[in-house]
């Protein structure tokens, strides 16, 4: 009998086209969209694999490369702000 998880939204906020591309392209598997709008860019996908997890793991190491300190992501319409380095939250 395989687990059923419930559907949840994710949006990853990113600080222009470049890096949101980036992101989306380090989420591929997750089926992502970067999305651009009056200059601010987020990257959205449905998680209904309860993989939240690797996702935020997935956006800290991006922040690492991307040289940034932290991003806000949206989690069913509550918001996390998420550090690159691990443990500050």
Avoid: C, Y
């Amino acid at each position: 009998m395989s687990e059923q998880f419930a559907t949840q939204r994710v949006a990853v906020h990113a600080p222009d086209a470049r890096s949101a591309l980036a992101l989306e392209r380090r989420l591929s598997h997750l089926e992502p969209t970067a999305v651009g709008r009056d200059e601010r860019w987020v990257v959205k996908l449905d998680d209904d694999g309860d993989r939240l997890d690797e996702v935020l793991a997935a956006v800290r190491h991006w922040l690492r490369e991307q040289g940034l300190e932290s991003t806000s992501v949206n989690v069913d319409g509550g918001v996390q702000q998420i550090h690159a380095l691990t443990g500050v939250f």
